[in-house]
């Protein structure tokens, strides 16, 4: 809370510097902004700029770091009842400490005696030393924004170029927000790639990407049954690719028809009507989904599979009718149907709008060569528009294949190599969710798996990419 109050007087404060800097603009040009290289407004933001940014730097620095200097200065002297304990106990006192010294709650543990008395002093001590070090922040803070001021508003003239000098700080600020964009995505591959390393040394890679039994349960004592577990992966992907085939048949038909539907035929009044009707239903959390598939579309697909079974009961295909007899409610159907309704507004809101893309001129030739509205959207408006169809069915493959809640609710947890879309089955996400439940601790196959399936996963996920990328290149050349 300190540190938004903080950052709030701050941004008043360059508000402040910003009016008071524009004001000395405007002086100098006696009114008449063509005297000066830059607009007044460009020298109050250089002046505000130098007020805030480097004081709201170290006010967001102390917030990010600022807990785990405090704990380190605050471990720098160890009583000796707290050195006496194991190294685990330890660990909770601190922790009882800081949380005392912010006034948090603490473990159910009960201190008595030195042990007592050390937490109260570390407590008054914790709650000194976040005093002292948030004084330091604030006159640090205080003292760089007003050197910034001082420095930036003598500098102040009718030919400075303070306009070149905020497209730099804008500049800098682009090149930091890519550089934070590309080390998120380095440090998200680099997690995954070692704790994969760490699983792949208990586990062979030909057995977790070919084995197709999956049983990710470790024993807890030598001498229990299958303390060695099954890793095989085969049948997560193998669900995860069934599930998504069948949401992409039902969304990529329904979604592109829609998208041209829309585009070509439907009037201005059906069109805003319709589009916005469609667009709802990517609002729609995925939590509600997995209860419409559970308890809507699971019963209805069950009911109509044992009524066709009666059917076939007692007769040539009576093994077929016993089978159907026993479907229930959660089978990789249910899940594919549910989330290809889910993968619609994603196919066509964005096909709309690269199909209303395709130049006019290439309706109106069409036209003009004697083709209907069919031939012409069938031969022109699609092939043009291919590139872009590509680009919103993959976002839609990997929609489904990210998806969690539709598949836990409608399809199971049962990890089967099956291609039978009424069977149970699960998914790679599921799985990853599912190892890393509860209190985990990353020490053992069973949770490591989890990054090995991420990693399996990114890479299936990074390969469609690409053919999906080689696609957009071979037609979009043949038609720019």
């Not at 000066?36 to 130098?50: D, E, F, I, Q, R």
């Not at 934070?180 to 998200?188: C, K, P």
């Not at 704790?195 to 586990?203: M, P």
Request: net charge neutral.
């Amino acid at each position: 809370m300190t540190v938004l109050i903080a950052l709030a007087l701050l941004a008043a404060f360059s508000v402040g510097v910003y009016l008071i800097g524009r004001r000395r603009a405007v002086a100098l040009s006696d009114g008449k902004s063509a005297r000066l290289h830059s607009l007044p407004g460009y020298h109050g933001t250089w002046v505000a700029l130098w007020a805030g940014v480097p004081a709201a730097m170290i006010v967001i620095l102390f917030a990010i770091f600022g807990g785990r200097l405090e704990d380190a200065a605050l471990r720098l002297q160890v009583p000796a009842a707290v050195a006496a304990l194991e190294a685990e106990r330890q660990e909770v006192f601190w922790s009882d400490a800081g949380a005392a010294a912010r006034g948090q709650t603490q473990s159910e543990i009960a201190y008595e005696g030195d042990l007592k008395t050390a937490l109260d002093a570390k407590a008054a001590e914790g709650r000194r030393i976040s005093a002292i070090g948030l004084a330091a922040v604030l006159g640090l803070s205080g003292v760089l924004a007003l050197c910034g001021v001082l420095l930036a508003y003598p500098r102040l003239s009718k030919d400075f170029r303070a306009r070149n000098r905020v497209e730099g700080w804008t500049n800098v600020l682009l090149i930091a927000c890519s550089t934070i964009a590309v080390m998120t995505t380095l440090g998200i591959l680099l997690s995954l790639v070692w704790e994969s390393y760490r699983f792949f040394q208990s586990v062979s890679p030909a057995e977790f990407l070919f084995g197709t039994a999956w049983d990710p349960q470790i024993a807890m004592r030598s001498d229990q049954v299958a303390a060695d577990g099954a890793f095989g992966a085969v049948p997560l992907f193998a669900g995860t690719f069934l599930i998504m085939l069948i949401g992409m048949a039902v969304a990529a038909p329904v979604g592109l028809y829609s998208a041209i539907y829309l585009s070509e035929y439907a009037g201005p009044g059906m069109r805003a009507t319709i589009k916005p009707l469609l667009e709802i239903l990517a609002g729609v959390p995925t939590v509600v989904y997995g209860f419409f598939a559970a308890l809507t579309v699971g019963p209805t697909f069950r009911a109509f599979f044992n009524w066709i079974g009666g059917f076939l009961v007692g007769g040539p295909m009576d093994s077929l009718g016993q089978y159907l007899e026993t479907v229930q409610n959660q089978m990789a159907l249910t899940a594919g149907v549910v989330m290809g309704i889910m993968l619609i507004p994603f196919v066509s809101s964005l096909s709309d709008d690269i199909i209303n893309a395709v130049p006019q001129s290439l309706r109106d030739g069409s036209y003009a060569m004697g083709a209907t509205k069919s031939e012409t959207v069938k031969r022109v408006i699609l092939p043009a528009a291919l590139p872009g169809v590509v680009g919103a069915l993959m976002l839609a493959v990997s929609r489904a294949i990210g998806e969690t809640m539709i598949v836990t609710m409608a399809a199971g947890l049962q990890a089967k190599l099956t291609a039978n879309p009424l069977d149970t089955v699960t998914t790679v996400t599921v799985q990853i969710v599912t190892l890393l439940t509860g209190d985990q601790e990353f020490d053992s196959p069973k949770t490591l798996a989890a990054f090995g399936l991420g990693l399996t996963l990114f890479t299936v996920t990074l390969a469609l990419n690409i053919i999906a990328l080689g696609i957009v290149r071979k037609y979009r050349e043949q038609y720019d």
